[in-house]
């Protein structure tokens, strides 16, 4: 467990309940839109998790170079509580820098579900993305 989800979980109170189980989530994403005209995107997907009507970052997958089909090599791997709705947001990038941060990044659109909803999949689950003005864009894929 990565220290940034343990701090998360702390901080949203998710260690309350013993009923728990591990789930690992790989994403991958298909056919992300070239919105800079003069490369293709450097993608990069941060995972938030609400709690209390608050998102905190949970982790972050690496950032894949010149890349509109990316399977990310980050495994996020989760406390799923039974009896708790532990909704997730995906957050898409376009890293424009040397470096990881946000603060240049082009947000390219975010998918919304329950941690419960990815868990009961037999195998792999396709979401919309959904940009700002909540028309569906590309494909977030959750495997």
């Known amino acids: ?24 989530l790989r994403l991958t994403c298909k056919g992300i839109s070239d ?25 972050r997958t690496e950032v894949i ?22 909704r997730l947001r995906f957050e898409l990038y376009d890293i424009n820098s040397s470096h990881n941060g946000l603060k240049e990044a082009i947000f390219l659109g975010s998918v919304e579900c329950t941690l419960g909803q990815v ?10 993305l959904y940009l700002t003005s909540s028309l569906p864009s590309d494909d977030l894929t959750s495997i």
């Open 1 to 24: 467990m990565s220290d940034i989800y343990e701090s998360a979980a702390n901080s949203l109170g998710l260690f309350s309940s013993p009923c728990l189980t591990k789930v690992e």
């Open 35 to 59: 919105r800079d005209a003069l490369s293709k995107p450097d993608p990069c997907i941060v995972l938030n998790m609400q709690s209390h009507g608050q998102w905190m970052e949970v982790d």
């Open 119 to 128: 868990s009961h999949s037999s195998f792999f689950i396709i979401y919309g």
């Open 65 to 86: 170079r010149s890349c509109v089909n990316p399977t990310y090599s980050k495994v996020f791997t989760l406390d799923f509580y039974f009896e708790e709705v532990q």
